[in-house]
């Protein structure tokens, strides 16, 4: 008998929409490999929905807090069903990037600079010198990421308005000028690395991740042989160090411009990256050899609790 997979995807973050539509691309892929599988919108009540229907698998297609923090893994923990992707600690731990950078940077990972600020001192004064990247420090696909250039005056305004949703506190960090590349790990086997050129404008933003023709892939990055090792080699590292399970992906900036540092820096992790038809995860287990349904596959038969 095949076994019985519940897609979570959907539930209240400011991803849902991305994940509405990963979790309808992977059922789609997890039917067409002989899964019987259940799709649910996740909602507050998924512990009664999980304790009713008792899938043999989850697959956690959720992106954004709650399915990307812990708190899902700590559910599925406490009912001792198997799922997908890293376990409470990781999950928790990716998601909250300043804690995060801690980690990585103690395994011997560069990461950018940076100070943890409430949003109000960052809309009073430069909280670093111009330019630098401001981010949510537990948000994902680039949500609220405000780029102050060196032209800005004055910081950023909008972070004192009342109805401001991303969380109090901000992650400063010096910009990196460069390449933004992506690099995947599935299990203990860094994938290839995408070189992500936005289509227009000069930041990968949250269009530019999800809407179609939004961004240029370059698959394989065109980087030298020995940079794009270290990549892969990094991205494994600090997949490893956070404690990462199944499918990760860590986003990097490399300045190889002609006057620029040659500095390599990971701004992420990505516990649960997108698996949509435009996502990057899928894109590089299809340059390794493994269809989309394959990769899902994989995932499944991965599953597991205390991950």
């Known amino acids: 008998m ?11 973050s400011a991803e849902r929409e991305v994940s509405l539509n990963s979790g309808a691309a992977c059922a789609r892929a997890l039917e067409g490999e002989g899964y019987r599988v259940t799709r649910i919108d996740v ?15 989850v697959f956690n297609a959720l992106h954004g807090r709650v ?39 103690a395994a011997g990972v560069p990461v950018a600079d940076g100070v ?46 009342p109805d401001w949703p991303y969380g109090e506190y901000l992650l400063a960090e010096r910009y990196v000028a460069g390449r933004e590349l992506t690099c995947a790990v599935m299990g203990d086997k860094p994938l ?29 990055a065109e980087i030298k042989p020995n940079i794009y090792q270290l990549v892969q080699q990094l991205a494994l590292t600090a997949h490893q160090a ?25 701004l992420e992790v990505n516990t649960q990256p997108g698996m949509t038809e435009t996502s990057l995860v899928p894109e590089l287990a299809a340059y390794a050899g493994y269809s989309f349904g394959e990769l899902v596959r994989w995932m499944v038969e991965d599953a597991s609790c205390d991950r």
Request: proline fraction near 7%; charge should be positive; aromatic fraction near 6%.
């Open 2 to 12: 095949s076994k019985h997979v519940a897609v979570l995807m959907g539930g209240w």
């Open 43 to 57: 909602k507050r009540d998924i512990a009664a929905v999980l304790e009713r229907i008792r899938p043999d698998v």
């Open 67 to 105: 399915g990307e923090d812990g708190t899902i893994q700590g559910i599925l923990e406490v009912l001792r069903i198997p799922y997908t992707h890293s376990g409470v600690l990781a999950s928790a731990l990716a998601m909250q990037k300043d804690k995060a950078k801690l980690v990585m940077a």
């Open 116 to 161: 943890t600020v409430h949003r109000r001192e960052a809309a009073k004064r430069h909280v670093l010198p111009p330019p630098y990247v401001l981010k949510p420090v537990n948000e994902g696909s680039s949500v609220g990421v405000i780029i102050v250039r060196e032209e800005r005056a004055h910081p950023p305004q909008e972070l004192t308005r």
């Open 192 to 220: 290839g690395i995408i070189d992500i050129r936005p289509a227009t404008g000069v930041f990968y933003d949250y269009d530019a991740k999800y809407a179609k023709g939004g961004s240029i892939h370059v698959l394989p």
């Open 242 to 266: 956070l404690g990462c399970r199944g499918v990760s992906r860590a986003d990097f900036r490399y300045d190889d411009r002609p006057d620029g540092t040659g500095e390599i820096v990971c």
